[in-house]
């Protein structure tokens, strides 16, 4: 149905683009993101593998034709989001919105990937 079709290449799409951003402040306002992990009690060694788990995820959403590859980047990006919306609610800086949004994202892209490949 081309409604599905719509709504999981803009959902992903969406998807894509805040991960691409996370991925940009990862590498390019490393420091600020050295200070977010830390205030977060996170180790900052995890920034540069977390940075290349998206874009290698990004990847296999859109280019991997194995369904069980999809299936761990969905998985990543699921927990990703999930794990950075309780640490933002536990340390109180009221910056959840991104994950919450990325959450729903992620969500919406996985089902309608279902729906458009049945």
């Known amino acids: 149905m081309k409604k599905n079709k719509i709504i999981y290449y803009v959902s992903t799409g969406l998807l894509t683009l805040l991960m691409l951003f996370s991925v940009s402040m990862y590498l390019f306002n490393h420091e600020m ?3 977010a992990f830390e205030g977060m009690g ?3 060694y995890l920034i540069y593998p977390l940075a290349t788990a998206k ?3 990004i990847i296999a959403l859109w280019f991997v034709k194995n369904k069980s590859i999809k299936e761990w980047a969905y998985a990543g990006f699921f927990f990703n989001t ?3 919306f309780f640490a933002h609610i536990m340390i109180g800086d009221g910056e ?3 994950a919450v949004i ?3 994202l992620v969500i919406t892209s996985y ?3 279902k729906k458009i490949n049945e």
């Open 96 to 98: 959840q919105m991104g």
């Open 111 to 113: 089902f309608f990937s």
């Open 55 to 57: 874009v290698l995820g």
């Open 42 to 44: 996170y180790p900052t």
């Open 82 to 84: 999930l794990l950075a």
């Open 102 to 104: 990325g959450f729903v």
């Open 33 to 35: 993101i050295v200070k």
